[in-house]
């Protein structure tokens, strides 16, 4: 009797505790892996509408897969209103092995007006990153630099026009972010329904929520810098 009691009151201590401070306990902490691979395993498209406070600034398709025993595949598309005139296209893939660790990625960027088209792969292996910058069928840049943060900035100020420090993430930051999952709950559909949130965070400021459901689709992504992205169950 008295185990049992001791346990009984331990467990409502707990269910309490996780009511009144969901966020101060680590009982609903789960792998990053789990859910990555929850996502692999189903295989499901997240289309995405990505939105600032005030409009719709485009999509974003993401489709992981199981490619072969020992390789996984994130492929994605979209499009993005960068000013109200322009708007860039991408495509690209990311390669990864059966622990998920990325071998190599490759993407393409276009933009109409003016016509520039950007293409950039990575290879985790050789730690270099390739990019090449064409005006209509002009080429304008072309090189390849280790993949780390000084060399990734200078290039964008160089060859690119543009300013690291202007971007949402300045590669400066993008250097060994810590990632947690956990379960949580999220009004879908007028129900309340179970997900995982995945949390990026830097130097304990959070970058990115992704919300996952139990068959590995993503319905939300709240960023620190202004942007959602949002599938059409959360709509």
């Known amino acids: 009797m008295i185990g049992v009691t001791g346990?009984?009151?331990?467990?409502?201590?707990?269910?309490?505790?996780?009511?009144?401070?969901?966020?101060?306990?680590?009982?609903?902490?789960?792998?990053?892996?789990?859910?990555?691979?929850?996502m692999f395993k189903h295989g499901q498209v997240s289309m995405l509408t990505v939105r600032d406070d005030t409009r719709d600034l485009g999509s974003i398709s993401i489709r992981p897969s199981i490619t072969g025993s020992d390789s996984r595949m994130m492929d994605f598309s979209g499009r993005l209103s960068v000013t109200p005139a322009q708007r860039v296209n991408f495509m690209?893939?990311?390669?990864l092995d059966e622990t998920l660790r990325m071998r190599d990625f490759h993407m393409d960027l276009s933009t109409l007006d003016p016509p520039y088209r950007v293409r950039v792969s990575g290879d985790?292996?050789?730690?270099?990153?390739?990019?090449?910058?064409?005006?209509?069928?002009?080429?304008?840049?072309?090189?390849?630099l280790p993949m780390n943060a000084a060399s990734i900035g200078t290039a964008l100020a160089?060859?690119?026009?543009?300013?690291?420090?202007?971007?949402?993430?300045?590669?400066?930051?993008?250097?060994?972010?810590?990632?947690?999952?956990?379960?949580?709950?999220?009004m879908l559909g007028g129900m309340q329904q179970e997900v995982y949130q995945v949390t990026?965070?830097?130097?304990?400021?959070?970058?990115?929520?992704?919300?996952?459901t139990e068959?590995?689709?993503?319905?939300?992504?709240?960023?620190?810098?202004?942007?959602?992205?949002?599938?059409?169950?959360?709509?």
Do not use: C
């Not at 690209?92 to 390669?95: P, Q």
């Not at 990026?200 to 996952?212: S, W």
């Not at 068959?215 to 169950?233: C, H, R």
């Open 7 to 38: 346990f009984w009151l331990v467990m409502m201590g707990l269910l309490v505790r996780l009511e009144i401070h969901p966020e101060a306990t680590d009982i609903l902490d789960v792998p990053v892996s789990f859910v990555l691979r929850t």
């Open 92 to 95: 690209g893939t990311v390669d």
């Open 124 to 144: 985790a292996a050789l730690k270099s990153l390739s990019y090449e910058v064409r005006l209509e069928n002009l080429p304008v840049a072309k090189q390849t």
């Open 158 to 186: 160089q060859n690119l026009g543009m300013d690291p420090r202007a971007l949402p993430i300045a590669p400066s930051s993008i250097a060994a972010p810590a990632i947690t999952a956990r379960e949580t709950e999220l």
């Open 200 to 212: 990026v965070t830097e130097n304990t400021a959070a970058v990115i929520d992704f919300y996952v």
């Open 215 to 235: 068959l590995g689709q993503i319905i939300l992504a709240k960023t620190g810098f202004g942007y959602t992205l949002s599938s059409e169950e959360w709509q």
